[in-house]
C-alpha cells in the first residue's frame, strides 16, 4: 500500500517523507473522539484547485482511499471554475467519503476568515468544514479557543 501512494505523490510531483518518529502521546489534551489506527497515513490537499475533483477525487476513489481537500476562496476561485472546485464539486466529493476542510477565506490568518469561509461553503449548499488547514501552516494560536468553542 506504501508503494502505491508513494508512486500516486510522484505521479503527482508532491514530495514524499518516509521515516521513523518517536514515540508520543497520541492525545495528550484529551480532544480525540476515537483512537488513531497504528500506521494511519493522512493525505491532505490545499488550496482546491480544479485537479484535486478531476485527478486526486478519482484515484483515492479507485483506490479505496480517503482524503481531505482543504478550500478556500483563493485568487480566482469566484471567476475561474477551471482552475478551482465548484461547490458542487465540493458536495460530490463530501458524497463520495472524502472531507472538505477550511483552508479561510481568500488564504488569510484569523478566526473572521476561518468562518467566513464555513459560512459561503454552506450557504451555497456545501458539507460542513470540521478540520482546518492553516494557510501557509503558520497557526494563529489566539483563535484556538474560539475555534474550540465553535466546535
Not at 505521479?11 to 514524499?16: I, R
Request: hydrophobic share 40%.
Amino acid at each position: 500500500m506504501l508503494k502505491i501512494i508513494l508512486s500516486i505523490l510522484a505521479a503527482l510531483g508532491l514530495p514524499t517523507f518516509v521515516g521513523a518518529q518517536t514515540a508520543v502521546d497520541p492525545d495528550p489534551n484529551g480532544v480525540l473522539l476515537k483512537p488513531i489506527p497504528d500506521k494511519l497515513i493522512v493525505l491532505t490537499f490545499d488550496d482546491g484547485p480544479a485537479s484535486h475533483y478531476t485527478v486526486v477525487a478519482p484515484i483515492l476513489k479507485e483506490l479505496g482511499l480517503g482524503g481531505t481537500i482543504y478550500v478556500c476562496d483563493f485568487d480566482s476561485f469566484k471567476t475561474r471554475k477551471d482552475w478551482y472546485v465548484t461547490y458542487r464539486q465540493m458536495i460530490e466529493m463530501d458524497a463520495d467519503g472524502l472531507e472538505i476542510g477550511n483552508h479561510t477565506l481568500g488564504h488569510a490568518s484569523g478566526y473572521d476568515p476561518i468562518m467566513a469561509m464555513e459560512d459561503q461553503v454552506l450557504a451555497h449548499g456545501g458539507p460542513l468544514m470540521t478540520t482546518l488547514c492553516w494557510p501557509i501552516y503558520a497557526v494563529n494560536w489566539d483563535d484556538c479557543p474560539k475555534l474550540s468553542a465553535h466546535g
